[in-house]
């Protein structure tokens, strides 16, 4: 057995790359509207077309780094005519920015024994950046060699700031979104 002093080898094996295994993660959305100046609806959508990849230092976790792609085009309300609407340019205006990113530039450890942290990050949507930060629990299965990490994010976003502000006074839909990501990754190696 052989040992060595370069700490550039031994931290780069503390560096794990994992890939978002997209069969098995999704985001979510949850808004609110009003219709006719009266009824309370609850609008719910999923997009179903997320990739990217995850970059974990197991000996500082502050110190991984995570993409995140979606695709807006495959978000889906169960409603068709209003899927339609949240293509367009009033929306998401997909023909012309097919993708938002997410992109984590800090990580904070609030609990690392409950796999509890804080991710800040860039988020882009339709060319516009804003910081955004996620509260984030690690819900990986703990058997021994499985080689998947899963991850439940949430956070609170005001649509305005990425210039969607299409409301109508008969159809006026909240400012805030709730957005849930369910993201489950795959050693890197595993896929092609």
């Known amino acids: 057995m052989t040992t060595t002093n370069d700490s550039n080898q031994i931290s780069t094996m503390n560096i794990t790359t994992?890939?978002?295994?997209?069969?098995?993660?999704?985001?979510?959305?949850?808004?609110?509207?009003?219709?006719?100046?009266?009824?309370?609806?609850?609008?719910?959508?999923?997009?179903?077309?997320?990739?990217?990849?995850?970059?974990?230092?197991?000996?500082?976790?502050?110190?991984?780094?995570?993409?995140?792609?979606?695709?807006?085009?495959?978000?889906?309300?169960?409603?068709?005519?209003?899927?339609?609407?949240?293509?367009?340019?009033?929306?998401?205006?997909v023909e012309h920015y097919p993708s938002m990113t997410f992109t984590s530039q800090h990580v904070e450890v609030l609990d690392q024994a409950a796999g509890h942290y804080r991710i800040a990050g860039n988020l882009t949507i339709r060319e516009v950046t804003h910081e955004v930060s996620l509260d984030a629990r690690d819900i990986s299965s703990k058997t021994p060699g499985e080689s998947r990490l899963a991850f439940h994010l949430t956070t609170v976003l005001d649509r305005r700031d990425w210039g969607i502000t299409w409301s109508r006074p008969m159809q006026k839909i909240a400012d805030q979104v709730n957005l849930e990501l369910t993201i489950q990754f795959v050693s890197a190696s595993s896929i092609d």
């Open 18 to 93: 994992w890939k978002i295994d997209t069969e098995a993660s999704s985001v979510e959305f949850t808004s609110r509207m009003r219709l006719m100046f009266v009824a309370k609806v609850t609008v719910k959508g999923r997009f179903t077309d997320v990739t990217g990849t995850l970059t974990v230092d197991e000996r500082e976790p502050a110190n991984s780094h995570s993409t995140i792609t979606i695709g807006t085009a495959s978000l889906d309300t169960k409603m068709a005519a209003r899927d339609k609407h949240l293509y367009s340019a009033d929306f998401f205006d």
